[in-house]
């Protein structure tokens, strides 16, 4: 656990907030990198397309964190 004042994280809501801010990074350098002047989409709606993809993967991420986290705990109360 990490306590951020009154805060206390976990292994998972913390890796998870490290994932969505890593991958909004490479979203925005994405479509920074893709928008060409001749395309006619602007490029804000480049980077609210590829946040939205990080949004996605970041709540898929964390669905599989829990679901494996609990396995885990589940496993090791049924060896006791």
């Known amino acids: 656990m990490i ?6 994280f ?3 809501p913390l ?3 490290i994932v969505f801010i890593m991958l909004s990074a490479f979203a925005i350098l994405s479509a920074v990198s893709q928008a060409r002047p001749e ?3 602007p490029i ?3 980077i609210i397309i590829n946040e939205s993809v990080a ?3 970041t709540l898929v991420y964390g669905i599989l964190l829990h679901v494996i986290m609990t396995l885990r705990s ?6 006791n």
């Open 3 to 8: 306590r951020i004042g009154r805060f206390e």
């Open 10 to 12: 976990g292994f998972a």
């Open 15 to 17: 890796s998870m907030v």
């Open 39 to 41: 395309w006619p989409m």
């Open 44 to 46: 804000s709606g480049l």
């Open 55 to 57: 949004l996605l993967a």
């Open 74 to 79: 589940w496993i090791k109360s049924r060896k």
